[in-house]
C-alpha cells in the first residue's frame, strides 16, 4: 500500500463539481475523527469532466476564507481524487516488498495497460492475500493516474499555500474506510450472508462497493452521477438545513418548480436505478445469489439529498439504511460521517500518488509562507513591547511632573492615580518580557526593533526574488513543455511521411526484385542452355556405333562443336570410325589432323577384314574436328 500516517491532524478535500467537502481530522492510527468540517458549493468551471482542476484564485480564496471561519489552521491537506481518466487492473503477484512490487509494475507496464503509462503515476492496494502452492500471493487492483491530473491539484494547494501529505483515490479511500468499520451500515437483526451496497453519488459518477462477510467483494465506478441536475434535485430534497455553504433554497418555490424538480429527480433516479441494477446482476454472477438480501446506503453527496436517495433505493428495491460509526469514534454524527467518509478513508492509508519534484516547489512556499507568519508576530510583539515600554515612560515623566505642580488639585490627583494603576500593569508586562523602563532601554530596544525591521525587509526582498525565480522556472517549464509537445506532434507528423515513403520503397524493391527475377531467369534459359546439354547423348551414341577398341584419348567441348583425340589398333579401324562419324546427324567433319601410327607391325588395308587379327602392338591415333549440324541447333 501507499502511506502511513501514525497520528496526526490532516486537513483533508473532496473537491466536484457540485460540492467541495473539506474535514480537519485528527488521525491516530487505524482511527479518524472528524473536528472540523465544511461543504461549499463548487464554483462554476472549477472542476473539468475528467476531474482535473481549474485552479483559480476564487476557489483558493473561498476554501481560505471558510477554513479561517471555521477555526483550521492545519495546513498539511490530503486530497481524494475522482476521475474517469484513472486505469485500473486487477492482478496476482508474489508478497515481495512494496519496492518491489512497484518496479516489477513499472517493468511490465505495458502487460498491464494498453497506453503508453510514461506520462502516468503507478500504485497499487492490496485487495487480498492468500496462499498458492505455498507461496504468499497478492491479489492487487494497479492504478495509473495521469500526473497532469495530480499536477492540477498542487496548483491548488499553492495558491492556498498548505503542503501536500498524499493524493488518493476516492476509491481506495473507501476501501480504508470500509476496512477500519466493515459494519457500517449492518444491523443485529440482517441474516448472515447478507451484503451491504455503498454508493458514493457525485456529479462526475456513482461509485459502487458491495460488502460482504465483513470484507469488499466488488467496486465498480459507472459515469452516471448527479451530474448537473445537483441544484435541482436539492430543490426536489426541499431540505432548507442543507449545511451547504452558498447554497440558498428558495422560500416561495411555486408549485410548477416544486413538479419540474421532482420530474427531474424520478428521471434521474430511474437513469441511475438501470446503471445500477446492471453492476448487482455482475454482483450476483461473481457471488451467486446466496439469500438475496442486500442492504444499501448513499455516501457523499448522497447524504446531502435524502428525499432523492430514498427514492433511488425505493426504485432498486433496496432496504435503506445510514451509515454510523462502531466503537470508539461513534461520537462522529451519522450524517457528517457519510458525508465526509471518502475524506476520511483518505487519511488512513492513501495511495502514494504524490510528485516529488512538485512537492518540493510545494514545500518552499509553505516553508516561506510559515516564516513570515513568525516574522510578522515577532514583528507585532516587538512593536507592542516596544511602545509600551515608551509609552510607560511618558506617563511616568508626565504623572510625576503634574503631581508636583497640581499636587492639591483633586482631579489631577485622581488622574495621576489612573496613570499610577496604567504603569503599574505596563511594568507587570514588562517585567514578563524582561524589559527594564529605563530610557537606555528602550533607545536599545528601538535600535534592535529598527535592525529586526530591516532585516525583515531584507527577507521579503530575497523572499520576493525567490518567488519571481519561481514563476520565471514556471513560464521555463510551460515553454519546455509547449517545445515537448510540438516535438511530438513533428515526430508523429515524420513518422507518417516516414512510413508513406517506406511503403514506396517497399513497392519498388518488390518491382525491382520481380524484374531481377524475370531476367535472371530468361538469362539462365539463354546462357546456361547451351548446345553441349546433350553431349551425354552424344558420347553414349559414340560407345554404341564404336568398335570395342575405339578410345578417346582428349575431348575439348565449345557452343560450336568438338574436338576428339582417337586412338584405334589399325588404319583400318581409322576408315570405319571417320565413316561411321560422317553418319551421325548431329554432327559433320570438319577435319582430320595428326595421323600417327604408334607400335611395330604391318597389316595390308585390302587383304585384312577389319574385324580380323590384329597385332596387339599397334596403335594408331589422330584427331578430328567435328561441328554441329543446323538440324542439332535447331533441335536444342
Given at each position: ?87 485500473t487492473r486487477q492482478t496476482v503477484v508474489q508478497n515481495l516488498k512494496r519496492n518491489e512490487i512497484l518496479s516489477l509494475l513499472s517493468t511490465n507496464s505495458q502487460d ?525
Amino acid at each position: 500500500m501507499g502511506i502511513s500516517f501514525g497520528s496526526k491532524h490532516l486537513l483533508a478535500f473532496q473537491i466536484d463539481n457540485g460540492v467541495t467537502q473539506v474535514a480537519e481530522l485528527r488521525v491516530s492510527g487505524k482511527n479518524a475523527t472528524v473536528l472540523k468540517s465544511f461543504s461549499v458549493l463548487t464554483p462554476m468551471g472549477t472542476v473539468e469532466s475528467d476531474g482535473t482542476l481549474i485552479a483559480s484564485a476564487e476557489l483558493a480564496a473561498l476554501l481560505r476564507e471558510q477554513m479561517k471561519k471555521h477555526g483550521i489552521k492545519t495546513d498539511r491537506g490530503v486530497f481524494c481524487v475522482n476521475s474517469d481518466r484513472v486505469i485500473t487492473r486487477q492482478t496476482v503477484v508474489q508478497n515481495l516488498k512494496r519496492n518491489e512490487i512497484l518496479s516489477l509494475l513499472s517493468t511490465n507496464s505495458q502487460d498491464y495497460f494498453p497506453v503508453d503509462v510514461s506520462d502516468y503515476k503507478l500504485d497499487y492496494s492490496v485487495q487480498e492475500q492468500f496462499e498458492e502452492n505455498g507461496t504468499k500471493m497478492l491479489r492487487i487492483q494497479i492504478n495509473a493516474v495521469p500526473k497532469p491530473l495530480i499536477a492540477s491539484y498542487y496548483e491548488l494547494a499553492k495558491m492556498m499555500e498548505i503542503g501536500i501529505e498524499a493524493v488518493d483515490l476516492s476509491g481506495n479511500s473507501l476501501l480504508q474506510a470500509v476496512g477500519v468499520n466493515p459494519d457500517m451500515i449492518m444491523s443485529e437483526e440482517d441474516e448472515e450472508g447478507s451484503t451491504y451496497l455503498i454508493a458514493n453519488l457525485y456529479s462526475g459518477g456513482t461509485q459502487l462497493t458491495f460488502i460482504k462477510d465483513g470484507t469488499v467483494r466488488l467496486q465498480r465506478t459507472i459515469s452516471n452521477g448527479l451530474g448537473d441536475s445537483f441544484d435541482t434535485l436539492m430543490l426536489a430534497n426541499a431540505d432548507r438545513s442543507s449545511g451547504i455553504l452558498g447554497y440558498v433554497l428558495s422560500a416561495d418555490m411555486d408549485r410548477e418548480e416544486m413538479e419540474r424538480a421532482s420530474e427531474v429527480a424520478n428521471a434521474k433516479a430511474a437513469e441511475l436505478t438501470a446503471a445500477i441494477n446492471r453492476i448487482i446482476e455482475y454482483y450476483y454472477s461473481v457471488e451467486g445469489y446466496g439469500n438475496g438480501k442486500i442492504y444499501g446506503t448513499a455516501i457523499g453527496q448522497g447524504v446531502l439529498l435524502p428525499a432523492f436517495v430514498s427514492l433511488l433505493f425505493k426504485e432498486l428495491d433496496i432496504e435503506l439504511r445510514t451509515t454510523h460509526r462502531i466503537g470508539a469514534n461513534a461520537e462522529d454524527a451519522d450524517k457528517e460521517y457519510g458525508l465526509y467518509l471518502p475524506c476520511i478513508g483518505a487519511c488512513l492509508h492513501p495511495l502514494n500518488l504524490t510528485d516529488r519534484a512538485l512537492s518540493m516547489t510545494l514545500e518552499n512556499i509553505c516553508a516561506k509562507r510559515r516564516w513570515l507568519e513568525r516574522a510578522a508576530i515577532v514583528k507585532r510583539n516587538f512593536i507592542i513591547l516596544a511602545g509600551a515600554a515608551i509609552f510607560a515612560v511618558c506617563v511616568l515623566v508626565s504623572a510625576l511632573m503634574a503631581g508636583v505642580v497640581t499636587v492639591e488639585n483633586l482631579t489631577t490627583k485622581a488622574t495621576i492615580d489612573d496613570y499610577r494603576t496604567k504603569i503599574e500593569v505596563l511594568s507587570e508586562v514588562a517585567k514578563q518580557h524582561h524589559i527594564k523602563l529605563n530610557a537606555e532601554s528602550v533607545r536599545d530596544a528601538l535600535q534592535a526593533y529598527k535592525q529586526k525591521l530591516a532585516q525583515l525587509e531584507q527577507d521579503e526582498q530575497i523572499y520576493e526574488s525567490l518567488k519571481a525565480e519561481h514563476e520565471q522556472l514556471a513560464e521555463t517549464y510551460l515553454a519546455l513543455k509547449e517545445a515537448c509537445e510540438q516535438l511530438e506532434l513533428d515526430f508523429a507528423y515524420t513518422e507518417s511521411v516516414y512510413n508513406k515513403e517506406y511503403a514506396v520503397y517497399e513497392d519498388f524493391s518488390k518491382s525491382i526484385w520481380s524484374w531481377y527475377e524475370e531476367v535472371m531467369f530468361t538469362m539462365d534459359e539463354d546462357f546456361m542452355n547451351t548446345y553441349n546439354d546433350n553431349i551425354v547423348s552424344f558420347m553414349e551414341e559414340l560407345e554404341d556405333r564404336m568398335p570395342s577398341t575405339f578410345t578417346v584419348t582428349a575431348i575439348a567441348v565449345t557452343d560450336q562443336g568438338i574436338n576428339m583425340g582417337i586412338e584405334v589398333q589399325s588404319k583400318e579401324q581409322v576408315i570405319y570410325v571417320i565413316q561411321e562419324l560422317r553418319e551421325f546427324d548431329t554432327v559433320e567433319i570438319v577435319g582430320i589432323s595428326g595421323l600417327t601410327i604408334v607400335g611395330g607391325g604391318y597389316s595390308d588395308l585390302f587383304e585384312e577384314e577389319i574385324d580380323g587379327p590384329f597385332n596387339p602392338t599397334q596403335r594408331v591415333r589422330f584427331t578430328v574436328a567435328l561441328k554441329y549440324t543446323e538440324l542439332f541447333r535447331e533441335q536444342n
